[in-house]
């Protein structure tokens, strides 16, 4: 069973900037991979994507700031955050989907924004 453990998170001044890692327990090179966040009381939403030949996309909220990355030889992706703003507040998941075994995510990682 691929699992995937995000770090990196934590409290940072607005303005500032962190960067999110997801690490699989195996390769997940050939597969796209998601960021996510969930603000408390809120529903989950969607902030990057990168597929298996590199190609990005952003949730609007994000573009301009954040940055998704992945480096196959370490099975891992990475959301670097750049002009944090206290409503970027959240814990942040990564997710993939794989055959056969179906939607996957990992258990997040808290990114608090002070403002």
């Known amino acids: 069973q691929v699992q995937l453990v995000e770090s990196g998170g934590g409290l940072v001044q607005a303005g500032g900037s962190l960067r999110l890692s997801c690490a699989a327990s195996?390769?997940?090179?050939?597969?796209?991979v998601e960021w996510a966040r969930q603000a408390p009381g809120k529903q989950r939403d969607f902030v990057a994507r990168?597929?298996?030949?590199?190609?990005?996309i952003y949730a609007g909220s994000v573009k301009g700031r954040f940055t998704i990355s992945r480096d196959n030889a370490k099975n891992t992706v990475y959301l670097q955050m750049n002009g944090l703003k206290p409503e970027d507040t959240a814990v942040y998941y990564c997710?993939?989907?794989?055959?056969?075994?179906?939607?996957?995510w990992g258990q997040g990682t808290q990114v608090t924004v002070s403002s």
């Open positions: 997710h993939t989907t794989l055959p056969t075994i179906g939607n996957i």
């Open positions: 195996a390769s997940i090179s050939s597969f796209y």
């Open positions: 990168i597929t298996s030949g590199g190609s990005v």
